[in-house]
């Protein structure tokens, strides 16, 4: 190896591919994969935290629930635009200053949040979310690091870190706001973010991505600013890509407008306190833990990507059918293992399909455009949501998501290929 790759190795603290690498190089991957897994748990944790306080923050200022879909909106179109920024930031300039810039803003928001004593001061609080993208950062560092025949189930475990940071946060969230009220839940939230920074810095190297010689057109790739567009937009031109992004965001916005409704669906439809709606999103947690680090791994084990997305898809419009019948609580709670089941196994298999399509230098842009859906979601799924709530109520939410998963379904099985297709 030249004097060039050694010295762009050794700043990157990794190999040069994970599936050549000797036992102390993959031992040293397996390190920084389980610190980044902890800094997703703790980034989940203070984000269901902020959930789980955001609606009664909100009501106490006098938001109803138009209002409050207002504000999701405006969080969706600042991480909208946000995410494929970020990710080709990621790309060019490494996953620790990715993931400091993620911490540093975390800190921001919560701050602002501690001190929202108006309406005004709730949407500003918000901005910092431009660059919040701790969750795409760190599947790129999973999925830059891990073999590609091990790459869902890795990713999966990322799931099982959303799991325990959906029970932590909740659960802090609800007791903190209940015993101390909610500026001091977001300080505390504020400090937690501190801590994940200091974990970025000291742990997770400069660079994850492959150390692989680049040709001319490579070199000037990377030199192309952040805000190139037509470099983002190239990512979509691989083979795969486009079909397998379409259904991730066509069946992704039925279930996607019901889980940014659901803080009002607990608070309105199920009349929820919020200490018991973190219980509830704890015991959701618990399902999605069990799921993801018991279930995902052995499914990609043993069957083909293209079966388990078409399992997902069929499950996930039998789970709205459910919905649109359900009347408590208690029938809630019967839903939710199917519907973890089929919202885990659809954003891992998609996930994974989609980083395996592009070249490990455009994994952290691909991330984030899957990130930009989430985000695209949360921009039109709080006024959809709000329009169907108040005009068709909780059922119709399922009856979408019945027909839009079913249609899907039919249509992949009809055409016989995969969404997807290897190169």
């Known amino acids: ?31 920084i994969i389980h610190i980044t897994y902890l800094i ?26 138009l209002w409050f879909g207002y504000l999701q909106t405006m969080v969706g179109v600042i991480q909208l635009f946000g995410g494929p920024m970020f990710g080709r930031f990621a790309d060019l300039f490494g996953a620790r200053a990715a993931l400091s810039l993620s911490c540093v803003a975390s800190v921001v928001y919560f701050l602002l949040m501690a001190i929202a004593d108006s309406p005004a001061m709730l949407f500003i609080h918000k901005l910092p979310a431009v660059f919040m993208h701790v969750l795409p950062a ?36 609800g007791t903190l ?50 805000f190139n567009l037509g470099e983002i ?29 659901f803080s009002i669906i607990a608070m309105n439809f199920f009349q929820l306190q919020p200490e018991q709606n973190g219980y509830l999103m704890a015991y959701f947690g618990i399902v999605q833990m069990v799921i993801q680090g ?19 898809i069929g499950v996930s419009a039998l789970v709205g059918l459910a919905q649109a019948f359900m009347l408590n609580v208690f029938h809630l709670c019967l839903i939710v293992i199917p519907m973890m089941f089929s919202l885990s196994v659809f954003n ?41 709530y108040q005009n068709y109520g909780v059922s119709s939410f399922g009856f979408i998501q019945f027909v839009v998963n079913i249609v899907v379904f039919v249509y992949l099985l009809q055409r016989g290929k995969q969404p997807h297709r290897r190169e």
């Open 1 to 31: 190896m030249s004097g060039v790759g050694e010295t762009s190795e050794e700043a990157s603290g990794v190999p040069a591919s994970p599936s050549s690498s000797p036992p102390a190089e993959r031992a040293h991957r397996s390190r």
């Open 138 to 173: 760190t599947q790129m560092v999973v999925a830059d690091l891990s073999e590609p025949d091990k790459r869902a189930d890795a990713l999966s475990k990322l799931g099982l870190c959303f799991g325990v940071g959906m029970i932590a946060g909740s659960t802090l969230g």
């Open 40 to 65: 997703a748990a703790l980034d989940i944790t203070w984000l269901f935290l902020q959930i789980s306080i955001t609606p009664y923050l909100a009501r106490r200022l006098g938001f109803d629930t």
């Open 233 to 261: 937009a190239r990512i979509m031109t691989f083979p795969g890509v486009t079909r397998t992004f379409s259904v991730k965001i066509i069946c992704g916005l039925p279930a996607g407008i019901f889980q940014v409704m």
């Open 177 to 226: 706001s209940k015993h101390y009220g909610e500026t001091f839940a977001a300080c505390f939230a504020a400090l937690g973010s501190a801590v994940s920074l200091m974990l970025v810095v000291k742990f997770i190297p400069k660079s994850t991505k492959a150390q692989a010689p680049r040709n001319n057109t490579d070199s000037e790739s990377k030199n192309k600013s952040i």
């Open 348 to 388: 891992v298999i998609t996930d994974s399909m989609l980083t395996k399509s592009v070249p490990s230098s455009d994994t952290g842009t691909m991330l984030g455009l899957c990130a930009s859906v989430q985000s695209l979601l949360r921009t039109i799924g709080p006024t959809i949501g709000g329009f169907l």
């Open 294 to 312: 018991g279930v995902i791994g052995r499914l990609t084990a043993r069957y083909p990507e293209s079966s388990l997305l078409l399992l997902s």
